[in-house]
């Protein structure tokens, strides 16, 4: 016999309903609005006012001229590489430093941990920084935007927590047959915890993909320029007059309206379809990292 909920239990399984949709309809509104107006008529789209439900007087317009400006399709190439690049280096930098720290044996294993976390507090500053990256001669080039960044303090300490998760007697007995501490690390370690390697995938990925505040300060050539630093420009520099070349004045304003709009798309929904992948190892990850201190 199933059990009837109370009133007061079912009144309160309502209103968490009600807010969940509408917390859920307030995040995705913004992303629906940018796609329809990009999507839209530029004429149409400068004159509507209030909430846009669906594209006005539907046009790719935009998204044809988005692809044909060079400068985005160079952005996405120099992103690709900072994403590609730099998500290797940054979980193999991650993993290698989480499995020295996760060891029991290590001489001043918390002292390096509180270095470590003292690092997510307090920085040397911004100029420091840059002079460090110009001394060893990262400026204007794509890696000053991948090597400094290799680790994160954050990132490093739960992949070190998930490694202390694994039991003893598993590295025990690969010691016994021989392995060494790459053997244990990349055939037992990393493959118990994969979904704490997805999540932090996810992390540095989304990290990388929409860097461009250091991408702006490092990078001089407009050749190096990564896709957000891109975007930056076109949304606070209003500069989309070369995409709409051709255009009488007025049109190009509108055209100009729509193409932020199809820009922002471009550069926006490449990492929003990486989640769904890896959506099933999120929460288990994050949790696996979170169980031992």
């Not at 007087?57 to 992103?79: D, R």
């Not at 996760?102 to 390096?112: A, D, E, L, Y």
């Not at 690092?119 to 990262?138: A, D, S």
């Not at 118990?192 to 300060?217: D, H, R, T």
């Amino acid at each position: 016999m199933v059990e009837k909920k109370p009133l007061s239990e079912k009144l309160f399984d309502l209103v968490l309903h009600i807010l969940l949709v509408l917390l859920m309809i307030i995040t995705i509104y913004p992303l629906l609005h940018v796609a329809f107006a990009s999507l839209s008529d530029p004429e149409q789209i400068i004159a509507h006012k209030g909430v846009l439900l669906k594209p006005l007087g539907f046009s790719w317009a935009a998204y044809q001229m988005v692809f044909k400006n060079p400068a985005i399709l160079i952005g996405y190439g120099n992103t690709l590489f900072i994403v590609v690049f730099g998500l290797l280096v940054s979980l193999t930098m991650t993993a290698l430093g989480a499995y020295v720290l996760s060891r029991k044996n290590v001489m001043w294993n918390k002292v390096f941990m509180i270095m470590i976390v003292i690092t997510m507090f307090f920085n040397g500053g911004l100029i420091p920084f840059y002079l460090v990256v110009k001394g060893v001669g990262l400026l204007d080039s794509l890696w000053s935007t991948i090597i400094p960044f290799s680790i994160s303090a954050f990132n490093l300490i739960i992949m070190r927590t998930a490694f202390m998760a694994v039991p003893d007697s598993l590295e025990e007995s690969a010691k016994m047959d021989g392995a060494n501490h790459f053997t244990i690390l990349f055939r037992i370690i990393i493959p118990l915890s994969l979904p704490v390697i997805a999540v932090m995938a996810l992390y540095y990925a989304v990290e990388k993909w929409n860097g461009w505040f250091y991408a702006s300060i490092f990078i001089r050539d407009r050749h190096l320029y990564p896709l957000q630093l891109i975007l930056r420009e076109i949304l606070i520099a209003n500069s989309t007059d070369s995409m709409s070349t051709g255009a009488a004045l007025g049109d190009q304003y509108q055209i100009g309206e729509t193409i932020k709009y199809a820009t922002i798309m471009v550069a926006t929904v490449p990492i929003l379809f990486v989640y769904p992948f890896v959506q099933k190892y999120f929460v288990k990850g994050v949790m696996i990292g979170a169980l031992k201190g």
